[in-house]
């Protein structure tokens, strides 16, 4: 088999410039239920962000505060090694699904695709016309009507672009956030304004011009596909054992040729310009539009379906089943270990987190004949979305606490506070020169940590 294809994108010519693609518009089950998870998407996507729980947003990635809300509950940058932690999980994840899967993801519920193929590529058929009426437009001289029909895609595109670049805006800032930008003086909103602009410039320019060269020359799920992928992994591939060697259609049946009638209707759908029957290639997104083409051109030709299917390497070869093998059994199991440590940590993890010093350059102070105290520093994150009284309370140790200003450090809800207090202990319970003491935080009668630090004290029979 001629393998130069691979030595060049399926969107690039022999010279360097870029081949536009006018796919088809493809029809059949498997588009049709990729329509119906994109409307899935679509909800979430557009209506997560204006979800509200006790008043906080239900999702949000507050990257420039480094705050984050993930299903109600609210991470801060102490938490970082928990996303750590998560975005090893998900890199484990992704290789076991694609050595499982292959690039299901990437057709199926990716957003970059689920945008270009089900909003994007649907409006322009609806206002340029299908493959071929677009490629006589895209050739035809500037009439009229070629000014009205392309100034109303972009114009279309650029406002959803807009309102998307709006929405993905509000996962940062939250809703609230984003209506005082549209509803407050832009002198106020400098940034903010900046920002929209930005993003709906950005994707305008992905959805428009840039296209299917987000998936083959930037993202790159595609290369990873050579490590990832093996004999056992399921891919879009098409069957050369029934399809070859290919041929023309005709009503003969010992013509000697296979079921393949050689009509590229699968090359013209593929919004990646390339042709399945060459076998497993980096620019295949795994979006099934060649099998429902393939399977509209074989029932029209009288012959078996899925000539183009869900299928392995060796099931087309061997015509072996799909297999969980050995590599995807350990795969698993690291994943599963992976999980329930992130659970531990999850269900495990503190909403008041603190830390505890004792205040630089200072040694002990003498309380009376009979007592010693250290002056501390607390600094503490409150990670719920209420007020917190903090009471700071001495654990197994004759002694008390005394919080400079108040009885209590007052915490208002997600923000970080600090406050002062002393520790006082009677000199009987300072045995050594640093002893090692506990101290609990309470909210009200709950207690809710525990924290340790180091008291300094006299060294005994010195003399005092």
Known sequence: MDNSFRDQLATVDAKGHRKWIFAQKPHGKWYSARTYISWFFFVLFFALPFVYVHGQPFLQFNIPEARFIIFGKIFWPQDFFIFGLATVTFIIFVILFTAAFGRLFCGWVCPQTIFMEMLFRKLEYLIEGDAARQKILQKSPWTTEKILRKSAKHVVFYLLSFIIANTFLAYIISAKGLWAIITGPVTEHIPGLFAMLVFSGVFYAVYAFFREQACTVVCPYGRLQGVLLDRNSMIVAYDYKRGEPRGKFSKKTDTGLGDCIDCFQCVKVCPTGIDIRNGTQMECVGCTACIDACNHMMEKAGRTPNLIRYASENGISGHEPLRYTLRMKLYTALLSFLLLILAGLLLSRKDVDATVMRTPGMLFQERGADSVSNLYTIKVANKTIRKVPLDVRLVDLDG??????????????????????????????????????????????????????NFLGPIPGDGD
């Open 400 to 453: 008390r606490v005394q919080v400079i200003g108040g009885s209590v450090i007052p915490l208002k809800a997600e923000e970080e506070g600090s406050g002062t207090f002393f520790v006082v202990l009677p000199k009987h319970a300072v045995k050594e020169r640093k002893t090692r003491i506990r101290l609990a935080l309470y909210e009200g009668d709950h207690k809710i940590g525990e924290i340790g630090t």
